[in-house]
Structures are given as C-alpha cells and as structure tokens.
C-alpha cells in the first residue's frame, strides 16, 4: 500500500494505491490520524487505485467517519472501482461515504445553527497563529469572582478542613483551586486536590492515594457540590468565545502565556475568566501528593519535604492530548488575588490560576461550539488522566517551559472588582 496526500481547497486528499486489507488497515488509520491531528476535518480517500478492501479497512472507515461526524467534519471515498464499491454497498456504509463525496461541496461545510443566527466570526492574526472572534448572547457577560478560603495558609501548614467552602457547581460557576468530593469534613479532609468547575461540570484530583480523577456533571436535578478548600469562584456569563489554529504558525503551538495575553487584549480588559478546550503540545505543571488538610502545621514549601507534598513536571509531557483548561488572570495582580494568582510565563505580565484535566486526544469541531454541550461531551466519554496545576518553568538551564496548545476553542469573560470572602 502506499499512501499518498495532498491537500486541495479545503479538504485533504489521501490517495490509497494497493490492498486495503488487515496487513494495511493500521497505515492507513495513522495516516487519517495524522491528517486530523494536523487539523484536517474535512477528509477524501481515493480509491482510484484500491483494487481490494477486507472488514478491516470497513473498520477503519466507519472509525474516523463517525469522529469526523462529531467534530463536524467529513470523511469521502473517491472513485472506488466497481469491485470495492460492491463491497460498501453490501457492507451498508456506502450511502455514507460514496454518496457524500457526490454531493456539491459549494454551500458551507459546517452551517450555523439556529442558535447561533448570521453572526460571523472576526477573524485576525497573532505571530502566526490565527484567531476567530465571536460574540456570545449572554445577558451579561461579565463573572462576578471571589477569593474562597486562604491559599497563603498552604505554604505554613495551617489549612483546615473547617475553612473549607461548600460549592454548588451550577451551570453558571467557574471554579479552579483545591477541592474534594464528599459528604462532609470528615469524608473530604484526606482527599483535596486540584481541582475545577466550569458549564455545570466538576473534576478533582483526589490525593487519597488513588490518583484517579473523579467527576461530577450535572444530570437532571443532580447538581455536582464541591468542597473548595481555596480557590477562585466566580458566578455569571461568558461574553466571548476565540477560536485560535497555531499549528500553521512558524512554531506550530502557542504557549498558555501568549494564549491569555492575546485573549485580554482581543477581550479590552485586564481581568478575566476562562474556559479552554484544546490540543496540547506539552503540559507543564505541579500536582498535589497528599491532602493540605492533613498538614497539622508541616511546611508544604519547605525543602526537602516540598518533595513530599508536590510532584513537579521534570520534562515536557502530555502532547496530542485534549485539555481542558479553567482559571482567571489578571494584569497586573491585585492585592485581593495575589495570594492566588503566579505569573503565567514570558509573554504576557498577566498573573494567573489555571489548572488542566487532561483526557485522551479527540478532534474538536470547529467553529462556534456551545460550552456546556462541548464540556459534557468530552468528560461523559472519556476517562481523564490527571488534573493539574499549571505553572510556567522558565529557569535557565533545567527549566522546561511551560504549557503549550496547538488549536482549540477559549471561552472567556471580565471579571468584576473582586470581593474577599472570608
């Protein structure tokens, strides 16, 4: 088999010459797969030149065409011969690739729904990567945020299960700091980790020693409760969804930094919340091993017992996996938040507070995406592999960077004047 691309207009070609059978079955699905990590969701397989295809190339076919379908975008076959035709009519998928790939491509590829109205994107340009702006209809779009709880009392060992702050994680919350899952003081003290809320869904990162994350979203009139021993919460709209494409830039990702640097400026404001899926081209950050509550006055910060407490990222990890991402930042820091807030990386003077879940790659569709349908998607289908605190490394030797994102989509929102709770 040799395989062949090529990308014309907007969709990518791959042209498929040979058997395509078990022994090619795999090649052919790293090729789809590595055209739709590259950010092709509109996809055509000529098969001018396929003279055979078993059950296993069906298996592949039907596999990409149904997460090129949820993420909005489309598999075609072209040009079958009539001997593989016959074998995707009889297999029933022929309607679904042969047909579509005759169809007129002339109208949009992915139309706006009823909800979304004639609305259009503004579309610019940052160092290379590019941006789609659009405007949310929300009543608001303005996040009301507070500072829960002490965060200056982790460093000294004085945090206590009694600070900690109950939190109904309705669809209009957006939370990032230490939480658990449980009934009370007792059931959540030995658990608290990283943790967020956003679109009526919550994840945490238990320090129990199971080091599984565990989710609640909302279902019927479930509502997921999260014990927030610090954090930030904040309560309202977004007003902005931006789109961004690095992948076609000089450097191929955009750092978090840059990310949020170019949001605020896009946004006209120096505060805001966000809430971001995307790909990832590393991940950069620091968990939590054991449970703040159970410190008793133990310095977490302390060397050598930090080592103890906080798991540092020693190499650049998790690349081509889906993030999502929560947090706030500012620019410059106010004092209400200082506490709460570290510098995000080089460019950018925002400070900010962002922890990641991090799930198994899957292509996000593009254009508008409705957040809370998006977010439940992602985290009802798949199982995430850790939640982490990201934080910007930049020493000059030993340092590796910090967090890097390849596409995806970031909701985001100005924050009002902060209140302090206490």
């Known amino acids: 088999m040799v395989i ?26 790293k090729a789809i797969d590595s055209a739709i990590h590259a950010g092709h969701h509109q996809l055509d397989l000529d098969f001018a030149q396929v003279n055979y295809i078993s059950s296993a190339g069906i298996r592949v076919l039907l596999k990409y065409y149904k997460q090129l379908k949820a993420a909005r975008g489309t598999l075609r076959v072209l040009r079958p011969p009539e001997a593989v035709l016959l074998v995707l009519q009889l297999s029933g998928i022929a309607p679904m690739l042969v047909t579509a790939a005759e169809e007129s491509t002339a109208g949009p590829a992915n139309p706006p729904s009823s909800t979304e109205g004639d609305s259009r994107p503004r579309c610019w340009e940052r160092n290379g990567v590019e941006f789609e702006s659009y405007q949310l209809p929300t009543r608001d779009g303005r996040l009301e945020v507070c500072l ?23 669809p209009d919350v957006v939370a990032v700091g ?16 990283e943790a967020l809320a956003v679109a009526g869904v919550a994840v945490t990162l238990p320090t129990d020693g199971s080091s599984v994350p565990d989710y609640q979203l909302t279902q ?19 007003s902005q ?9 000089p450097r191929g990702i955009i750092a978090l930094g840059e990310l949020v640097e170019s949001a605020l400026q896009d946004l006209a404001s120096s505060a805001a919340g966000f809430a971001i899926l995307a790909e ?36 650049r990890t998790d690349e081509r996996n889906l993030l999502l991402i929560v947090g706030m930042a500012q620019s410059p820091p106010q004092p209400a938040f200082a506490a709460c807030l570290r ?21 996000l569709a593009k254009g508008r995406l409705e957040l809370a349908e998006a977010v439940a998607q992602v985290v009802s289908t798949q199982t995430a592999q850790t939640v982490t605190h990201l934080l910007a490394d930049e020493r000059k030797f030993e340092g590796v960077g910090q967090t890097d994102l390849m596409r995806g989509a970031c909701w985001l929102g100005p ?5 302090q709770h206490a």
Do not use: K, M
């Not at 090529?6 to 795999?26: I, M």
């Not at 969804?241 to 830039?249: M, Q, W, Y």
């Open 415 to 419: 924050l009002r004047a902060p209140t």
């Open 4 to 29: 062949t691309a090529q990308t014309l207009d907007s969709r990518h070609v791959l042209q498929l010459n040979g058997r395509f059978d078990a022994n090619w079955a795999e090649q052919v699905a």
């Open 178 to 193: 230490l939480g658990a899952f449980g009934n009370g003081p007792e059931d959540t003290q030995g658990r608290f980790g």
């Open 220 to 238: 019927g009139h479930l509502v997921p409760e999260l014990h927030l021993l610090y954090g930030l919460t904040a309560r309202g709209g977004f």
């Open 343 to 363: 510098p995000i990386g080089p460019g950018t003077a925002a400070h900010g507070h962002f922890h990641a879940a991090v799930f198994p790659y899957r292509p």
């Open 148 to 170: 829960q709880g002490r965060p200056e009392a982790f460093a000294d060992g004085t945090l206590s299960v009694a600070q900690s702050h109950r939190l109904r994680c309705t």
């Open 280 to 315: 990832s081209g590393s991940v950069v950050g620091a968990n939590l091993q054991r449970s703040p509550a159970l410190a008793a006055g133990q310095a977490a910060l302390a060397f050598p017992t930090v080592r103890d407490w906080l798991s540092f990222t020693t190499e």
């Open 241 to 249: 969804l931006l789109r961004f494409e690095a992948g076609r830039s």
